[in-house]
């Protein structure tokens, strides 16, 4: 059994330990609430444990040759990442991020695009760099990382987090790659997950993906917010947008986060190397040109905001540190397509009460 479906058979398995350990993540702050309501806290924990099923599969493979049928080189791209990147919970090939992606990537490039999809259920920030060692040896275009859930639920410290993202961006940077890192998503959007734990997962959500954006843009990437997009989207409509286990997105759920990075993808592709450029005094009420620990603090309260690098009459930085680029691309649903052949389109689901 490789890594990879050994992880995703007992990631499941996991959940109930990971929302206990979401329980006491910065303990400091838990403590300041009191035993009572830490005892409130454990008790959602256990009753969320209880509610969510163990989903034994793991998620289907994506990888292959997307939009065969256009010519030219084919683009290669990597997805890096935990189980959201993986597309745990998706039914078939075709409705996993990494597959949808590839799929709107060679619509609007008119191109081929071969996928590699190296990420692993379960996996926290600090495991990429198994996962950037293998995509360095695929000398892959585009990179496209979604992580951060796995590093709170693990208690894993924001500082090495992200400290650990910023090395796998900058070496995949270092290496030629494009580089597009979906921030942490909201936690607090996981049904089972009750106030008052709720809103302490959300918060830590938010700060985490602001953290993120900081360390990838001064590292050479570009960032998409995710959280507050879709985690009132995923709250008002969880039986469509989570999957079974109400844990992980459905099919529909990857397809709204996919449609939301497709743009920057594209865009990040289309232009040139290095920071854009810019006029002082390019601003508008969302979009437009902040330092970058203000970007990225808006960034994680704006639905699907991109964040990169900027040039101000030339500098890179202002008084307040590095110049960054505010952005609301126009989005739609990426339609699924076909899957690569040779791929069983499917996984097989099943579950234990």
């Not at 990631?11 to 702050?29: E, F, M, S, T």
């Not at 339609?335 to 234990?352: I, K």
Request: hydrophobic share 45%; aromatic share 4%; net charge positive.
């Amino acid at each position: 059994m490789s890594e990879r479906t050994a992880l995703g058979a007992t990631a499941a398995q996991r959940r109930g330990r990971d929302l206990a350990k979401l329980a006491v993540y910065g303990g400091g702050a838990l403590g300041a609430l009191g035993l009572a309501t830490v005892g409130v806290l454990l008790g959602q924990v256990e009753a969320a444990r209880r509610t969510i099923p163990i989903a034994q599969a793991p998620p289907p493979r994506s990888d292959g040759l997307y939009g065969g049928r256009f010519g030219g080189e084919p683009v290669h791209m990597a997805m890096l990442g935990d189980s959201s990147a993986a597309g745990f919970g998706a039914l078939r090939a075709r409705q996993t991020p990494a597959a949808l992606i590839a799929t709107g990537l060679s619509r609007r490039l008119e191109r081929p695009v071969r996928l590699h999809s190296l990420a692993v259920v379960g996996a926290t920030s600090g495991m990429l760099v198994h996962q950037v060692e293998e995509a360095l040896e695929l000398r892959p275009d585009l990179a496209v990382i979604l992580i951060g859930a796995n590093d709170i639920t693990h208690r894993a410290g924001q500082a090495a987090s992200v400290r650990h993202l910023a090395d796998s961006v900058r070496r995949l940077r270092e290496a030629g790659a494009t580089v597009v890192v979906g921030t942490c998503p909201d936690l607090g959007a996981v049904q089972p997950i009750r106030p008052p734990l709720r809103w302490l997962a959300r918060s830590w959500s938010r700060q985490l993906a602001a953290a993120q954006t900081v360390a990838v843009v001064e590292a050479g990437g570009r960032t998409v917010s995710l959280g507050e997009l879709l985690g009132p989207t995923f709250s008002a409509q969880p039986h469509r947008l989570f999957a079974r286990d109400r844990f992980h997105p459905s099919a529909e759920g990857y397809a709204l986060a996919a449609s939301v990075l497709l743009p920057t993808v594209v865009a990040a592709l289309r232009s040139p190397a290095g920071p854009q450029r810019v006029e002082a005094g390019a601003r508008t009420a969302v979009d437009g040109v902040r330092s970058l620990p203000q970007a990225a603090v808006e960034a994680a309260r704006h639905a699907g905001t991109e964040v990169s690098g900027v040039r101000v009459d030339g500098r890179d930085r202002g008084p307040a540190g590095r110049w960054a680029q505010l952005r609301r691309r126009m989005w739609e649903v990426v339609r699924q397509g076909e899957a690569p052949a040779g791929l069983a389109d499917r996984a097989n689901v099943v579950e234990q009460a």
